[in-house]
C-alpha cells in the first residue's frame, strides 16, 4: 500500500537519533535477495548480522551484576491505576507496606513510577502525577524498602501511556489503514510511537526519576512498535531516507532499529547514574533478542502460565534466554488469571510450582501483583507469596550460581522465521518442548548464533530454513562427531527444493503423496511400540532414501483421501497398502523424519509421536544427562550445575483443564521410591535430599550415579558432590 510521506520539520529530527553512517550503510544500502522463496532468509541474515554488528559495538554491559549476584525472591508491583478513583493512596502506610513484603521473604520489588494510564506516582515537574494522590508514593515506599534492605527498582511504562496518547495524539503510532493503534474495546491501550519527540519526554521524565529517588534500577514496560509497522509522520520520513519499503521484512528491520534506540538512551541515562543499576526492557524476549543483549543488564521472562502464555510458554523461553549469557528472572503472577485479576488468587500448589520451576531450570523468581488503589497490599496474597517464597529460600544455597545442564540443543522454528519472532510459542517449538520434558531430556533451545558444540544431539524441528551459513555449522558439527535429528522440510532449499546438506541421506521428491498417510514402524528399530499402522495427522513430505541410508519406517497409504465426493467413516480413511517409501531414515549419526512430527505433537498430541522420537534419541544419545525410569511423563527433572556439585530437581505437580483456557494446579502430586541415573563420570563423594540435607544412599555403576527418592511431594532435590 503507497502512503504519502511527511518529513518533519529539522527541529524535529534530533529527537530521533539515527545511528552512525558506516552502521546503516551495511545494511540499509545492502542488495536484498528477491528470488522465489529468498526474500525473508536473505533480509533476515543481513538484518541479523547488521544488529549483532551493532550490539558488538556496544561491547557487553559495563557494570552487570556477576553471576549469582540477583536477588532471588522479588516482586513486580503493578499500579494502573484510572483517575476515576478518587481515594488513590488513602490506606497507604510505608512502614506496613515494607514489612508486609519483608515478612513474605521479599528481598526485591519493581515499584510503580509511571503507569499505563499515563499518571506518575512521585513528586514531579516534568510528568503528571495522578490527581487523586496527594502524596509522594514512590518516594515514601523506596525509602520504606530501603530501610528494609529490600532491592528496589522503579517501574516504567513506555508504549501504553492513556495520558500522552489524549494530549499528543501526534505521537500515536498509526497502523497501515492510517487509524492510530489501539484496542478501544479490548484495554483502551493505545499505542505511542517511540519513534516520535514522545521518546524526549520520556527520556526526562526518567532523568527526574533517576535524579530525585535512590533506587537501584529501572524496569521498562512495553517497549515496541505495532507489528506490521508504524506509519506516522517520523517513521514514514525515517523509512524513506533508509530506503525501506513496506514489505515485512523491512518492517521488522525498523521496528529493531527504533526499539535498539530506545534501549540505548534509557540504558545510557540509568548507567551514567547508577553505574552499576538494574536495566530491563519488557516485550523484548523473544527468539532473536541476542544482539540487544548489551544494553540489558539482566533478562526477565515474563510468563503467567493461566494468563494467556500457557505453561509451555516459560519452557520453551528459558531454555532459550538461558544460553544468552545474562542472569534471568522468571516472572509469574499471583492472579487465577492474569494482570489486574483482582479477587482472583492462585492456587498455593500452583504458586508454589511455579516458582520452585523456575529455580530448576536455573533462574531467579518474581511474583507479579497489583496494589489495590487505596495502597494497601493484600494479607492473604503475601501470606500465599511467603509460603512459596520460604521454600525458594531454603533451596537458594543449591541454586546461586548454578547453571542448567543440557546434552540435547533444538534450534527454534522462529530463528529463521521471522514471522515467527514473537512472544507466542510456535507450534513446533512448543511440541519438541512437551515431548523432551516428557521424555525427560534435558535441553536448551537455539538460534542461528547458538554454538552447536556444547551438544551431543542438535534438533531441527519441522521448517528450519537453510542458509549457506547454517548449512555449514551443521557440516561442522556434524564432522565434529555430532548427531542430527531433521523432520520434514528443515534445510529444505525453498529455490531448489534440494536440501541443504547430503550428510541427511535423502532426497526430496515433494509433498507426500497422501494428506492422511500412515507410520509403519519396522520392529528391530522401534521394538517398544506394538506392531500396528499409525495415523499421521498432519501431511508430510516424499523422499527416497541415498546411498547408505537405513530406513527406520515406512509409509502406508489409504485407500483414498478424505474429501466431499469419496469418504468412509467418520474420519480418515483406512489404511489401502504398504510401501517401501521411507518415513524415518539413519545414515550414521544424522536422522531424518519425513513429517512434521513436533508439530503435530502439538496440535494432536498423539502419544506415539513421542515414542518414536524417544527411540531414535536412543539411538542417537544411548547415555543422556539424567535417567528417571519410575518417573510419570507428567513429572519434570532437571539436572543444574553448581560448579563441581550436580543438582538434580524432581517437580511432580499435575495439571487438569477445568476451564477451556486454563490448565489448574490444586494440589502437589505424591511420588515414592523414584529411581535417579545422573550421568557422572566420578563417583560422587555424597549425595543428599536438599534442602533437608538428609544423606542418601546412592551407588556408582556405568557412569552413572544412581540413588532412590523415598519421596515426592511436589518437589524434591537432591545433590551430589
Known amino acids: ?26 545494511v540499509w544500502k545492502a542488495p536484498v535477495n528477491a528470488g522465489p522463496g529468498r526474500g525473508i532468509i536473505g533480509v533476515s541474515a543481513m538484518t541479523r548480522r547488521f544488529f549483532l554488528g551493532t550490539a558488538a559495538a556496544l561491547g557487553p ?6 553471576p549469582g549476584g540477583m536477588p532471588f525472591r522479588q516482586i513486580h508491583l503493578d499500579f494502573h491505576t484510572s483517575e476515576l478513583i478518587g481515594d488513590v493512596g488513602a490506606a497507604f502506610n510505608a512502614e506496613e507496606f515494607a514489612a508486609t513484603l519483608r515478612d513474605a521473604r521479599v528481598n526485591s520489588i519493581n515499584v510503580f513510577a509511571k503507569c499505563h494510564h499515563g499518571w506518575a506516582y512521585y513528586d514531579t515537574k516534568i510528568a503528571a502525577r495522578h490527581p487523586a494522590l496527594k502524596f509522594d508514593l514512590l518516594g515514601e515506599m523506596v525509602r520504606a524498602l530501603r530501610r528494609e534492605g529490600i532491592t528496589v527498582n522503579y517501574y516504567y511504562s513506555l508504549v501504553w501511556d492513556v495520558l500522552q496518547a489524549a494530549r499528543h495524539p501526534e505521537w500515536r503510532a498509526i497502523a497501515a489503514d492510517g487509524k492510530p493503534v489501539g484496542r478501544p474495546l479490548d484495554d483502551t491501550w493505545p499505542w505511542l510511537c517511540m519513534n516520535t519527540p514522545y521518546l524526549d519526554q520520556v527520556v526526562a521524565e526518567n532523568r527526574e526519576i533517576l535524579d530525585n529517588y535512590d533506587v537501584h534500577g529501572g524496569w521498562f514496560d512495553i517497549l515496541k512498535q505495532p507489528p506490521g509497522g508504524c506509519f506516522c509522520k517520523w517513521c514514514l520520513a525515517e523509512r524513506k531516507k533508509l530506503g525501506l519499503s513496506d514489505s515485512a521484512a523491512d518492517t521488522y528491520k525498523h521496528n529493531k532499529l527504533v526499539a535498539m534506540r530506545v534501549e540505548r538512551r534509557l540504558f545510557d541515562l540509568v548507567r551514567a547514574k547508577l553505574p552499576h543499576g538494574a536495566v530491563f526492557f519488557n516485550s523484548r524476549i523473544v527468539i532473536g533478542v541476542r544482539d540487544e543483549m548489551p544494553l540489558f543488564s539482566h533478562i526477565e521472562l515474563e510468563s503467567l502460565p493461566t494468563g494467556g502464555w500457557g505453561y509451555s510458554h516459560f519452557q520453551q523461553r528459558v531454555r532459550y534466554l538461558r544460553t544468552l549469557g545474562k542472569e534471568v528472572v522468571g516472572m509469574t503472577g499471583r492472579f487465577h488469571k492474569s494482570w489486574g485479576d483482582f479477587g482472583g488468587l492462585k492456587n498455593q500448589a500452583a504458586l508454589d510450582y511455579e516458582c520452585l520451576n523456575f529455580l530448576a531450570n536455573g533462574v531467579k523468581v518474581c511474583v507479579g ?94 521448517e528450519i530454513r537453510p542458509s549457506a551459513a547454517l548449512a555449514s555449522k551443521v557440516e561442522s558439527y556434524l564432522a565434529g562427531g555430532g548427531a542430527l535429528l531433521v523432520s520434514h522440510e528443515s534445510l529444505l532449499e525453498p529455490a531448489t527444493r534440494r536440501f541443504a546438506i547430503e550428510a ?7 509433498p507426500a503423496k497422501f494428506k492422511g498417510c500412515y507410520l509403519l514402524t519396522i520392529r528391530e528399530h522401534f521394538p517398544r511400540l506394538d506392531d500396528t499402522p499409525y495415523f499421521l495427522y498432519q501431511p508430510g513430505t516424499s523422499v527416497a532414501a541415498e546411498s547408505g541410508a537405513e530406513i527406520l519406517a515406512t509409509y502406508g497409504f489409504p485407500y483414498f483421501d478424505r474429501s466431499k465426493e469419496q469418504f468412509c467413516s467418520h474420519k480418515q480413511t483406512p489404511l489401502g497398502r504398504r510401501t517401501g517409501e521411507p518415513v524415518i531414515t539413519r545414515k550414521g549419526k544424522v536422522v531424518y523424519i519425513a513429517n512434521p512430527i513436533f508439530r503435530s505433537y502439538a496440535q494432536d498430541g498423539y502419544g506415539v509421536y513421542k515414542q518414536v522420537v524417544g527411540e531414535l534419541l536412543r539411538k542417537l544419545l544411548p547415555a543422556p544427562l539424567v535417567l528417571a525410569p519410575t518417573l510419570p511423563s507428567t513429572a519434570q527433572v532437571t539436572v543444574l550445575r553448581q560448579g563441581p556439585r550436580h543438582v538434580v530437581h524432581v517437580l511432580y505437580y499435575p495439571l487438569t483443564r477445568r476451564a477451556p483456557d486454563i490448565d489448574i494446579i490444586e494440589e502437589p502430586g ?45 518437589h524434591q532435590a537432591v545433590s551430589f558432590e
Open 369 to 462: 501483583d497489583q496494589l489495590h488503589p487505596r495502597g494497601r497490599l493484600d494479607a492473604a496474597t503475601y501470606s500465599r507469596i511467603g509460603v512459596t517464597y520460604r521454600k525458594v529460600e531454603a533451596l537458594e544455597p543449591w541454586c546461586r550460581g548454578a547453571e542448567a545442564a543440557a546434552d540435547i540443543g533444538v534450534m527454534s522454528v522462529a530463528a529463521t522465521n521471522p514471522d515467527m519472532t514473537t512472544q507466542k510459542v510456535p507450534l513446533a517449538d512448543q511440541g519438541f518442548t512437551n515431548m523432551l520434558l516428557e521424555l525427560h531430556q534435558q535441553f536448551n533451545v537455539l538460534d542461528l548464533d547458538s554454538e552447536f558444540t556444547p551438544y551431543k544431539v542438535v534438533i531441527l524441528p519441522d
Open 1 to 26: 500500500m503507497a502512503h504519502a510521506v511527511v518529513v518533519p520539520p529539522r527541529s524535529i529530527l534530533p529527537a530521533i537519533p539515527l545511528m552512525a553512517e558506516p552502521l546503516l550503510s551495511r
Open 670 to 714: 505424591l511420588l515414592e521410591n523414584v529411581e535417579l541415573r545422573v550421568r557422572m563420570d566420578r563417583a560422587p563423594a555424597r549425595a543428599a535430599l536438599v534442602p533437608q540435607n538428609r544423606a542418601l544412599p546412592f551407588r556408582h555403576e556405568n557412569g552413572y550415579a544412581v540413588c532412590r527418592i523415598p519421596r515426592v511431594l511436589g
Open 61 to 66: 554491559s559495563p557494570a552487570a551484576p556477576a
Open 504 to 510: 541427511l541421506g535423502v532426497r526430496y521428491l515433494g
